[in-house]
């Protein structure tokens, strides 16, 4: 059995906040008092535990009686908790309200107290309908149908029949045209986060597929959902950020924006506008605006407290994972790397603190984007430490874009550090990795030649009649769209060391700007 199986309790115990502690040990007491000191026993020694440690639970609690049942009194300690927190949480958002005045309709309806049942379900049509939640309304409709149906179609007209149709049908197809969108939006982002941007013709033309889907050909018209129409930019500018078009994924960005100030009640997830704002201060550091990236990360600070967005473990993780890649990302591309290494400490910290809930791919984006600050720091000891970091804790079948731009980095690291004895064995991983994963494009195959015959090099007119020809044939492919995403591990420090052996630099040469892989 896995380790995480054997500690949810700890972690959704560590995971409550000093309040919904202190309400707890209220709540037990209340609501079990017979296996309340028991359950409390247990519930303050796993509270203590960094770790979670099981052999200690037995130890320290072997003469109690629930120790020779553990695991159930885990479960047991597990259920009481979320009881707890549905109890505290009641009326901590709209969807908490909607979904137990329903339950109370139902508790209602079983007490065949109809009439108070249409009551309440009269309150909760209205709530609902004021915030736009569908799902609800699609509850509600089915329940007034069981009330029409329990009074035997008393005072019914088939009018009223034909609205409640007609209400039903256009909430199903609104929700239909959501659930499409949601899969197009889905199955887009999968190959972006599978493959990175796109760096074939094949995957473009697959990307430009979606968008000739009929629920993508045109935006929903005025009176559909915002959720619907949030969809649509949403998909448009994932889209264009996958074939490097950086406009126009700016404009869709900025119309998701609008629509969610607009329509704030419309939407129950709180974290929407952080990430549309993220999104849109990467899009315009790409674009090269670092002034506008800059004031959008400060009003994004501000964001959750415009929002009223209750203080939770998730918007703290998001909080730091978003804001914090940000600023690598900006400080990065401005060639700022004294300022990059000095959020070190801060990654370091949320990844001790968050640890596997920010996922596989944040970790790895922020191992690279540590490494490459550190790389354009010149600090190559620290950029091969958190390169194997990030290359020792993948997937053997991770092939995504962090992952083949690490090794490429590790390669240009080891070259521009003259550590030639590692050089070779590293060039024919990275070969064989790129190769089995089908990620050689026009870039690779260059660069790997250059540094396998640089590595063979004896003479220094050897090496700078390479360099000269490496950076002619990097010339040819630089204005291609579709190399400029892995571009940017290459040219900076390769070119220093063109610089440094007296070659003229293509610094200035087309798609050259392109400095942030991450």
Same mark, same amino acid.
């Given at each position: @059995?896995s380790?995480?199986?054997?500690?949810h309790l700890?972690r959704?115990?560590?995971?409550?906040?000093?309040?919904e502690r202190? +309400?707890f040990k209220l709540?037990?007491?209340?609501?079990?008092?017979?296996?309340?000191?028991?359950q409390q026993l247990?519930?303050?020694?796993?509270a203590? @535990?960094?770790?979670?440690?099981?052999?200690?639970? %037995?130890? %320290?609690?072997k003469?109690?009686?629930?120790?020779?049942h553990?695991?159930i009194?885990?479960?047991?300690?597990?259920?009481?908790?979320?009881?707890?927190?549905?109890?505290?949480?009641?009326e901590?958002?709209?969807?908490?309200?909607?979904?137990?005045?329903?339950?109370?309709?139902?508790i209602l309806?079983?007490?065949?107290?109809?009439?108070?049942a249409?009551?309440m379900?009269h309150?909760?049509?209205r709530?609902?309908e004021?915030?736009h939640?569908a799902?609800?309304l699609?509850?509600?409709?089915?329940?007034e149908?069981?009330l029409?149906?329990c009074?035997?179609?008393a005072q019914v007209s088939?009018?009223?029949?034909?609205?409640?149709?007609?209400?039903?049908?256009?909430?199903?197809?609104?929700?239909?045209r959501?659930?499409?969108l949601?899969?197009?939006?889905?199955?887009?982002?999968?190959?972006?986060?599978?493959?990175g941007?796109? %760096?074939?013709e094949?995957?473009?033309?697959?990307?430009?597929?979606?968008?000739?889907?009929?629920?993508?050909?045109?935006?929903?018209?005025?009176?559909?959902?915002a959720?619907?129409?949030? +969809?649509?930019h949403? =998909?448009h500018?994932a889209a264009?950020f996958?074939?490097?078009d950086?406009?126009?994924?700016q404009q869709?960005?900025?119309?998701?924006l609008?629509?969610?100030?607009?329509n704030?009640e419309q939407?129950?997830?709180p974290?929407?506008?952080?990430g549309?704002?993220?999104?849109? =201060?990467?899009?315009?550091?790409r674009?090269?605006?670092?002034?506008?990236?800059?004031d959008?990360?400060?009003h994004?600070?501000?964001?959750?407290?415009?929002?009223?967005m209750?203080?939770?473990?998730?918007l703290?993780?998001?909080?730091f994972?978003?804001?914090t890649?940000?600023?690598?990302?900006i400080?990065?591309?401005?060639?700022?790397?004294?300022?990059?290494v000095?959020?070190v400490?801060?990654?370091?910290?949320?990844l001790?603190q968050?640890?596997?809930?920010?996922?596989?791919?944040r970790r790895?984006a922020?191992?690279?984007?540590v490494?490459?600050?550190?790389f354009g720091?010149?600090?190559?000891?620290?950029?091969?430490q958190w390169l194997?970091?990030l290359?020792?804790?993948?997937g053997?079948g991770?092939?995504s874009?962090?992952?083949?731009f690490?090794?490429?980095?590790?390669?240009?690291t080891?070259?521009?550090?003259?550590k030639?004895d590692?050089l070779?064995?590293?060039?024919?991983?990275?070969e064989r990795f790129? #190769?089995t994963r089908?990620r050689?494009? #026009?870039f690779?195959?260059?660069?790997?030649?250059f540094?396998r015959?640089?590595?063979?090099?004896?003479?220094e007119?050897?090496?700078?009649?390479? @360099?000269? @020809?490496?950076?002619?044939k990097?010339?040819?492919?630089?204005?291609?769209?579709?190399e400029q995403?892995?571009?940017?591990?290459?040219?900076r420090?390769?070119?220093?060391?063109?610089d440094?052996e007296?070659?003229?630099?293509?610094?200035?040469?087309?798609?050259? #700007?392109?400095?942030?892989a991450?």
């Amino acid at each position: @059995m896995s380790r995480k199986s054997q500690d949810h309790l700890h972690r959704l115990i560590r995971s409550m906040s000093s309040a919904e502690r202190r +309400y707890f040990k209220l709540f037990i007491g209340r609501h079990a008092p017979e296996g309340g000191t028991s359950q409390q026993l247990l519930f303050d020694a796993i509270a203590g @535990m960094d770790h979670y440690d099981e052999a200690a639970i %037995r130890t %320290r609690f072997k003469h109690e009686a629930f120790i020779k049942h553990l695991a159930i009194a885990k479960r047991r300690l597990y259920e009481t908790i979320l009881r707890c927190l549905d109890v505290f949480h009641a009326e901590s958002s709209v969807d908490a309200r909607l979904n137990r005045s329903l339950h109370h309709v139902e508790i209602l309806y079983q007490r065949a107290l109809y009439t108070d049942a249409e009551k309440m379900l009269h309150n909760v049509r209205r709530l609902a309908e004021a915030h736009h939640r569908a799902p609800v309304l699609l509850a509600v409709a089915e329940w007034e149908r069981r009330l029409i149906e329990c009074h035997n179609y008393a005072q019914v007209s088939e009018g009223d029949l034909d609205q409640l149709a007609a209400d039903a049908t256009s909430i199903m197809e609104e929700q239909l045209r959501i659930a499409g969108l949601w899969d197009l939006k889905s199955r887009l982002l999968l190959i972006l986060y599978r493959e990175g941007q796109v %760096r074939d013709e094949g995957t473009r033309s697959r990307v430009r597929a979606f968008l000739q889907h009929p629920l993508l050909r045109k935006e929903p018209l005025e009176g559909s959902s915002a959720k619907a129409r949030f +969809y649509f930019h949403h =998909i448009h500018s994932a889209a264009a950020f996958a074939v490097s078009d950086m406009g126009s994924c700016q404009q869709h960005l900025n119309a998701n924006l609008s629509l969610l100030n607009a329509n704030k009640e419309q939407f129950s997830e709180p974290n929407l506008e952080p990430g549309v704002m993220s999104n849109l =201060i990467y899009t315009y550091t790409r674009l090269g605006r670092s002034a506008e990236a800059f004031d959008l990360l400060k009003h994004f600070r501000t964001a959750p407290s415009q929002w009223n967005m209750p203080e939770s473990d998730d918007l703290d993780l998001k909080l730091f994972s978003t804001t914090t890649s940000l600023e690598l990302s900006i400080h990065s591309r401005l060639g700022a790397f004294d300022k990059a290494v000095e959020l070190v400490p801060v990654v370091e910290r949320g990844l001790a603190q968050h640890g596997e809930r920010l996922g596989p791919v944040r970790r790895s984006a922020f191992r690279y984007q540590v490494a490459y600050a550190y790389f354009g720091a010149g600090n190559y000891d620290k950029t091969t430490q958190w390169l194997n970091d990030l290359l020792n804790n993948v997937g053997t079948g991770d092939s995504s874009d962090t992952v083949c731009f690490g090794r490429m980095l590790q390669l240009i690291t080891l070259l521009d550090s003259d550590k030639t004895d590692q050089l070779s064995y590293t060039l024919r991983n990275t070969e064989r990795f790129l #190769r089995t994963r089908e990620r050689q494009y #026009r870039f690779e195959p260059l660069l790997l030649t250059f540094i396998r015959n640089l590595s063979k090099a004896r003479t220094e007119e050897a090496r700078r009649s390479l @360099m000269v @020809m490496f950076r002619d044939k990097l010339g040819t492919i630089l204005p291609d769209p579709l190399e400029q995403a892995v571009l940017v591990i290459s040219i900076r420090r390769i070119e220093s060391k063109a610089d440094r052996e007296g070659i003229c630099s293509t610094r200035a040469g087309p798609g050259a #700007r392109s400095q942030d892989a991450a």
